[in-house]
Structures are given as C-alpha cells and as structure tokens.
C-alpha cells in the first residue's frame, strides 16, 4: 500500500517568519495530495489541495509544490501568524487493496508552533 | 447543513464492554471512513464503506466492526473493549473516493479503563 512520510514531527517558527513542511510517497499512481490542518481539540479540515498535473497551488499566504518524478510534495506557509500554529497532515491517494476503492493514506502530522 | 456528525463526543468504557459509535452525514456522500487518531501516529484507517450496504476493512481493523444500512449513517462496533482501543475516533466522508476531500466530523474520545 502506499507509504506517506511526513517531515518535521515538530516545527517552531518567529511570527512573521515562513514555514515548510515536506512530504514523500511511495506509489506512483497517487495523483491528489491534500494538507490538512487540525487544531487542538478539534477535527482536520482541508486547507490546500493539489493534483498530479499541477506542480504548484498557491492560496494567500499558502502554497503546496508537488514533484512527482521525485514523488514528494511540501507546504509552504508565508508571513507565518499564531493562528497558523496547529497539527498539520498531509496525505495521498492511493486505490485499497481490498476493495478497489480509492482514500487517502496520511502522514503522522507536523506540530506548527509560531512562536510570538 | 450539519456536516458530518458523531455520537458520542466522549465515552469512558471498561475493558470488556460493548459499543457503538455513530456517524451520520447530511451531504448525499457515497464514501465513508473510520479513522483512529493517536499521538505521533497521524490518522489510520480502520474501515471504510463506497456505498450503503457496503463495507471494507483498512489498515487497523481488528477488534472493530462497521454496518452501512443507510446511505447518511455509518456505525462502529466494539464488541469487547481493550485498553489498546484508547483514542480519538474521527468519521468521514466524501463524494466520491481517494481523488475528493474528506469532510470529518467532530470526534469521539473513547477511554478504556
């Protein structure tokens, strides 16, 4: 199945500073990479998405990269704020083995801490 | 609309009881998903469903069960609670399959004494 790596576990960046967090995969037939965020005590929603014939989305102060020959993707925060401070995932498709039916595969997660 | 919603938010069980979880969603998904969340362990997936009446186990499925008799509900059975079954179970959903977003709902935090 598919094998989704997540790096750092932990990031602390100064206010006003930018963050990046990184990702690699492990099968080529992923082609959707979704970032969630999830903040303390409650549940992940989507911040960002991309897909396979994309190499970058931007959305304000965020943006995801994605290369596929190297099968790694990264999240890229600007002018980071205290709100941005959260668990961060990310996540990739992949087709279960079982079923034949498509879902996600996630990362174990960034801790964000902006520190002011 | 309310989303993607759970029963119950919080839950203490001792080792060997019996639950049922419930998740209910409102957006016509055809895909839902259990997932547990524990520390430095990211979300893993126990089951899913692509359809009412369908279901398929993930990558932890042991020691759950899951029923799909309506299309907007999705439910978790634990036949007979461990301490390893401590966590915080997440329900989900999406239109389709792997290429949408999942829409989650607010979680249960299960404690088994």
């Known amino acids: 199945g598919e094998n989704v790596e997540q790096h750092p576990s932990t990031l602390s960046v100064q206010e006003g500073d930018s963050a990046v967090i990184k990702c690699t995969y492990s099968?080529?037939?992923?082609?959707?990479f979704p970032w969630y965020k999830q903040e303390l005590g409650k549940r992940p929603q989507l911040i960002i998405d991309?897909?396979?014939?994309?190499g970058e989305k931007k959305d304000q102060r965020i943006a995801v990269t994605l290369n596929k020959t190297a099968k790694h993707f990264s999240l890229h925060i600007t002018e980071t704020q205290p709100e941005d401070s959260a668990v961060y995932f990310c996540?990739?498709?992949?087709?279960?083995?079982?079923?034949?039916?498509?879902?996600?595969?996630f990362g174990k997660g960034t801790h964000l801490i902006i520190q002011p | 609309n309310a989303g993607v919603t759970q029963t119950p938010k919080f839950r203490v069980l001792k080792t060997g009881q019996s639950m049922t979880l419930l998740c209910a969603q409102d957006?016509?998904?055809?895909?839902m998903y259990w997932y547990r969340q524990d520390p430095g362990m990211g979300l893993r997936l126990i089951h899913y469903?692509?359809?009412?009446?369908?279901?398929a186990k993930g990558e932890v499925p042991d020691g759950y069960n899951v029923s799909r008799l309506k299309k907007q509900n999705f439910l978790l059975g634990l036949e007979s609670a461990a301490p390893s079954q401590t966590s915080v179970y997440f329900c989900?959903?999406?239109?389709?399959?792997?290429?949408?977003?999942?829409?989650f709902g607010p979680g249960t935090r299960l404690t088994v004494t």
């Open positions: 469903s692509v359809g009412e009446g369908t279901t």
């Open positions: 099968d080529s037939a992923s082609n959707y």
């Open positions: 989900a959903s999406s239109y389709t399959g792997g290429f949408m977003e999942q829409y």
């Open positions: 996540a990739a498709s992949y087709t279960y083995s079982g079923g034949g039916a498509d879902g996600l595969t």
């Open positions: 957006m016509n998904h055809e895909y």
């Open positions: 991309i897909r396979s014939n994309v």
